[in-house]
């Protein structure tokens, strides 16, 4: 058997709702049922997105960080970014290895968009926005559909 994880765990949510919830008699009780049932259908969106996301997210990082390697006079930092982008694949899609990589490429975004904004220039003005822009689709990415919302 291959258990589908969003699918069981919709099943443990939809019973919790409708067979143990009606018989809770405290609030306490009934609120602290009702977030665990909403946790448990983020955790289902996430477990069902994450390598996905990551993946994007780390490739759209290393295509960003490539770019300014050629935009910033920084050799350090040029092999920082070389480093922190590696082979441009990620190898193992084990969500902690990519999770790591995730945090390891938006550390060196960091340190590349703060050399953007303290430098003068359209083409580092264009880097500015890019990296903006990137992470306002990061945070879309993220969305959750929540019950609780």
């Known amino acids: 058997m291959r258990p589908d994880v969003p699918r069981v ?18 609030p306490i009780a009934i609120q602290n049922t009702t977030l665990a049932v ?12 994450a390598a996905a996301r990551l993946v994007e997210e780390n490739r ?17 930092l040029a092999i920082r970014i070389q480093e922190a982008v590696g082979t441009g694949e990620d190898p193992d899609l084990h969500i902690p290895a990519l999770q790591a990589s995730n945090d390891r ?16 220039g359209r083409e580092f ?12 689709e990061s945070t879309r990415r993220r969305h959750l559909s929540s019950p609780l919302a």
């Open 38 to 49: 909403g946790l448990m259908v983020m955790i289902s969106q996430e477990f069902d997105r």
């Open 125 to 136: 003005d264009n880097l500015d926005e890019r990296i903006w822009a990137e992470l306002q």
């Open 9 to 26: 765990i919709g099943g443990i949510s939809a019973a919790i709702m409708t067979q143990i919830l009606p018989e809770l008699r405290t």
């Open 105 to 120: 490429l938006r550390a060196m975004l960091i340190d590349v968009q703060a050399r953007a904004e303290a430098a003068d």
């Open 60 to 76: 759209a990082l290393r295509e960003l960080l490539t770019d300014a390697q050629g935009i910033l006079d920084d050799e350090p």
